[in-house]
């Protein structure tokens, strides 16, 4: 059973341009997370979606972040007119879709930005 | 969110059992104490979780206090490959608030010395 699939694992963007991250969770996971952590910090919570909904995204920045996922396709998350500050790890976890048992999420690889 | 308190820091020896400590006395009822770790240069991995009776699985053991206020993750054998920081994280189970997304807080930095 693969785990979960995050691509690219390194990428490399210029200030400006736009960077889209795609997480393809467990087989069966119909939950999706995504947490960023910045050079020598801790993991933040970005956003929790579900196919074709969002359900919380608190930890979103306001502006240039989005998410999402897809009926079919990984989820994606997109990063617009990216600047350095954006440069992080970026993790994306999934979970099945059981309720109330404190259920536990995979997490996947991360891609690492870089925006020079 | 509920609030958890763990050292910094923490060393053992290499197959020597590991007690690492995590205290959260605002836990409320509904509220299940994860346990999550993070080896350098990877995403974290799920290592257990429970909510008032202690637990094993393959990778360690989760002692929960009685009165639910502190837990203990227990590492029976360190082996190198378990130098990580180490995350307690409480999670709602009722659908509250907080439900879906893992909060981080500083973790316990585990090394382990051959």
């Known amino acids: 059973n693969a785990g979960v699939m995050q691509n690219p694992r390194h990428l490399v963007r210029r200030r400006g341009q736009e960077a889209r991250l795609r997480c393809s969770p467990m087989?069966?996971?119909?939950?999706v997370y995504w947490y960023r952590q910045l050079p020598e910090e801790g993991l933040k919570f970005m956003v929790y979606?579900?196919?074709?909904?969002?359900?919380?995204e608190s930890g979103m920045p306001k502006e240039r972040f989005s998410a999402e996922f897809p009926k079919e396709g990984p989820s994606i998350l997109r990063i617009q007119q990216v600047v350095r500050g954006d440069s992080a790890a970026y993790f994306c976890?999934?979970?099945?879709?059981?309720?109330?048992?404190?259920?536990?999420?995979?997490f996947g690889p991360g891609t690492r930005l870089t925006v020079t | 969110d509920a609030k958890t308190t763990q050292p910094n820091s923490m060393e053992s020896n290499e197959e020597e059992p590991v007690h690492l400590p995590c205290n959260h006395s605002?836990?409320?009822?509904?509220?299940?104490i994860h346990w999550y770790r993070q080896l350098p240069s990877q995403g974290p991995e799920y290592v257990i979780h429970?909510?008032?009776s202690n637990v094993n699985n393959r990778m360690a053991s989760l002692a929960i206090a009685e009165d639910r206020k502190s837990s203990t993750l227990i590492l029976h054998r360190a082996t190198l490959r378990d130098a990580a920081v180490y995350y307690c994280?409480?999670?709602?189970?009722?659908?509250?608030?907080?439900?879906?997304?893992?909060?981080f807080g500083q973790g316990t930095i585990l090394t382990v010395h051959p």
């Open positions: 605002t836990i409320s009822g509904t509220d299940y």
């Open positions: 994280i409480l999670r709602d189970g009722a659908g509250g608030t907080s439900y879906g997304k893992l909060t």
């Open positions: 979606l579900q196919k074709e909904n969002i359900i919380d």
């Open positions: 429970g909510l008032t």
């Open positions: 976890a999934s979970s099945p879709p059981r309720i109330g048992q404190g259920y536990e999420q995979y």
């Open positions: 087989k069966g996971h119909s939950h």
